[in-house]
């Protein structure tokens, strides 16, 4: 009933009832801010091409939302196409709301065509930025939009105020529809098609064909300080992000406050967020300057090797045509620059102070040894297939391809209904020791199945994750459902415990969600499972997931009534 009845009312009007919800409550301090997304279809031209995209409230990107630390947000999705969707509220934290947390046949079932969910979750002890999205198949390439978190009221932020906040979600573009791209490559086992652009908040800009129109500007006073608020929603790419004369001091990253540093460029992998401070120039304007985001990229697969650009624009005081200025181009790195993007993670550091301390982990309970990359699966009798050597691609993590169930996991396991879901017999080190950055072995070969890694409350995690470079070095931004880890190593080459834990900061590290697993190297992080529930892992390369490089974690009830897992909602979707 409610679903036929909100159908019926003009888009205009559910844009005026999110507009009512958010300028409210941005007047008070721990409030409730209710939204209503509608999944509908609507066409979009892009790249001199009209397609049907599916979108929230017809928008692409999706609509923004806001919200201060503590506040309850509720976003009731209402499905009017014929896919089934989640969304996820990517780096929200969801204490003891894993119901909330969107993954297909991870914590819930999808949303199905004609069907509602209403997402329910608290924002607690985060502020910053983060993004919803899509999180089935690839309807993510479409719906995403940025998630806003102040401060508390009357706390400032630990850097100077900026005179205005600006949202900029780096994406993609393809001019085909990406469910049938990916659902190609899946059967064919070859590499699916690049998409055509990426764009900044869904504009390709000038250097593409047919794009000029189509291009984001962001128009400056001079002397002044903004705070871009930077998202890489990109399906399949890191990126290089540069504004042409101009410095970004990073402050924030994954909506945790990081010690600010300055660089002409920044490195953003698909998952991760980025808060930089832009400081004007004194005087203008004297030239229009072109800000680009183009890949990084390692691997030997294809990749879109475009460069997504926008124009950042002085006011004109003095009826100057903008066209007359110089326009200033920035230099970006190489395409495979390693150093550069190892140089610029290693300036990332936690603020460590009092009032935003690194609670890192000191003793561990857990050590894991996760190896994580690409392999290959047979080839189906009397089928062709386009992967190496005529098999399909397949990836993994220690060396289990992650087989989806038809089932939540997390309903399997809250109910006791595990039995032909899932296993919880993960393996906590590779079923097969090697050199994983020398010589690749000739069985590419990974198993398949639903296996979760199991913990007890409050277990003290620490995890390295190793990339086995089984066809070709490849950097992996992986990210944590529910949890927040700190960066607590990383290097080239084969993990070594007994050389490489020495080398760990323990005082300082970065604390995020989303992490690249270096090319040919390890990454080691380590986090407090203090928040029960099934959580997902993954890497954030679309391809990659699709292909099976994912896992999910099992965190226990802990025996405190506030460290259980809350019965799910009444209108859950059922699988």
Not at 146 to 166: D, H, N, R
Not at 335 to 351: H, P, V
Not at 439 to 446: A, F, H, K, Y
């Amino acid at each position: 009933m409610a679903f036929s009845l909100l159908s019926s009312i003009p888009l205009a009007l559910f844009t005026f009832m999110l507009i009512v919800g958010l300028s409210k409550a941005q007047q008070i301090g721990t409030a409730t801010r209710h939204y209503k997304f509608h999944i509908r279809r609507a066409n979009v031209t892009r790249l001199c091409h009209t397609k049907s995209i599916v979108t929230v409230n017809g928008q692409y990107p999706g609509p923004k939302i806001v919200a201060r630390e503590g506040d309850r947000v509720i976003v009731e999705v209402f499905n009017h196409v014929k896919d089934n969707v989640t969304l996820h509220w990517h780096g929200v934290r969801q204490l003891r709301s894993g119901w909330a947390d969107g993954p297909a046949y991870v914590t819930q079932c999808p949303i199905q065509t004609g069907r509602s969910y209403a997402y329910n979750f608290t924002i607690a002890g985060q502020r910053g930025t983060l993004w919803w999205h899509a999180h089935i198949s690839w309807l993510r390439a479409t719906l995403y939009g940025p998630i806003i978190i102040l401060p508390k009221l009357g706390v400032p932020y630990p850097f100077a105020k900026p005179y205005k906040e600006v949202p900029m979600v780096f994406g993609e573009w393809w001019n085909a529809d990406t469910e049938a791209v990916i659902n190609q490559a899946l059967n064919t086992g070859g590499g699916p098609n690049v998409s055509d652009a990426y764009t900044i908040n869904g504009l390709p800009g000038p250097l593409y064909n047919c794009s000029s129109k189509d291009t984001f500007k962001l128009k400056v006073k001079p002397g002044k300080t903004y705070l871009l608020r930077i998202i890489n929603a990109a399906l399949n790419d890191e990126l290089f992000f540069s504004i042409a004369n101009h410095t970004l001091t990073t402050v924030d990253v994954d909506a945790v406050y990081v010690k600010p540093f300055d660089s002409d460029t920044i490195l953003i992998s698909p998952g991760q967020t980025t808060n930089v401070l832009l400081r004007t120039k004194p005087v203008g304007p004297s030239a229009t300057y072109l800000m680009a985001a183009r890949p990084y990229a390692t691997g030997q697969g294809t990749f879109d090797n475009s460069t997504t650009a926008g124009l950042l624009e002085y006011q004109n005081d003095h009826n100057k045509s903008i066209k007359k200025l110089p326009l200033f181009k920035p230099t970006l790195p190489s395409i495979n620059d390693t150093s550069f993007a190892t140089k610029f993670t290693n300036k990332l550091r936690s603020l460590a102070t009092e009032k935003f301390p690194a609670n890192v982990p000191q003793s561990i309970d857990e050590h894991l040894y996760f190896t994580v990359g690409l392999g290959s699966n047979p080839c189906p009798k009397n089928q062709t297939c386009q992967g190496p050597n005529g098999t399909k691609f397949a990836a993994s993590v220690n060396n289990v391809s992650f087989t989806m169930p038809t089932t939540a996991l997390l309903q399997a396991h809250y109910f006791g209904q595990s039995n032909g879901v899932y296993r919880p017999d993960f393996p906590v080190n590779p079923l097969h020791y090697f050199n994983y950055t020398g010589t690749p072995p000739n069985n590419t070969l990974v198993g398949k199945g639903t296996k979760l890694m199991a913990l007890r409350f409050n277990t003290s995690v620490e995890l390295v994750m190793q990339d086995t470079s089984i066809l070709g070095a490849e950097s992996h931004p992986l990210h944590l459902h529910g949890y927040n880890f700190f960066v607590v190593g990383q290097g080239f080459g084969n993990y070594d415990p007994s050389k490489d834990q020495a080398h760990f900061n323990l005082v300082d590290p970065v604390e995020r969600n989303t992490v690249g697993v270096p090319p040919g190297g390890w990454v080691a992080i380590r986090f407090r499972a203090d928040n029960p529930g099934v959580w997902f892992m993954h890497c954030h390369l679309e391809v990659h997931t699709s292909w099976g490089l994912k896992m999910a974690w099992l965190v226990l009830d802990g025996e405190l009534p506030n460290q259980k897992l809350p019965p799910p909602p009444a209108d859950l979707p059922k699988c």
